[in-house]
Nanobody
């Protein structure tokens, strides 16, 4: 069973940084590729980034490339999202998600359907 809990959201100013964390309370974290998604008010949820089971391969949406970094610590059952140079358009509820993935070193495509989701954490960036 996978249970994901995000933390680290908050209110920051444009240009600031935040680090989100997502902890899986289950025992099979390393069997899952992990992703971060976000949903802004009145918009559809969108893909932000994903990381392979091994942590060695990542994928990013163009809108966050060079500013956001995803990482994971399998021994801690935790995935992180480091967000730098935040912009007002980054304001959204951020969700982590897990996808059972048979390959350790590849990431699911951006349009993949994930199996488990956290409850989300709010990130608000003021101008």
């Amino acid at each position: 069973q996978v249970q994901l809990v995000e933390s680290g959201g908050g209110l920051v100013q444009a240009g600031d940084s935040l680090r989100l964390s997502c902890v899986d309370s289950g025992r099979t974290f390393s069997n899952y590729a992990m992703g971060w998604f976000r949903q802004a008010p009145e918009k559809e949820r969108e893909f932000v980034t994903a990381i392979s089971r091994s942590g060695g391969t990542t994928n990013y949406a163009d809108s966050v490339k060079g500013r956001f970094t995803i990482s994971r610590e399998n021994i801690k059952n935790t995935v992180y999202l480091q967000m730098n140079s935040l912009k007002p358009e980054d304001t959204a509820v951020y969700y982590c998600a897990a996808k059972a993935w048979f390959m350790r070193t590849s990431v699911p495509p951006a349009g993949a359907v994930y199996d488990y989701w956290g409850q989300g954490t709010q990130v608000t960036v003021s101008s």
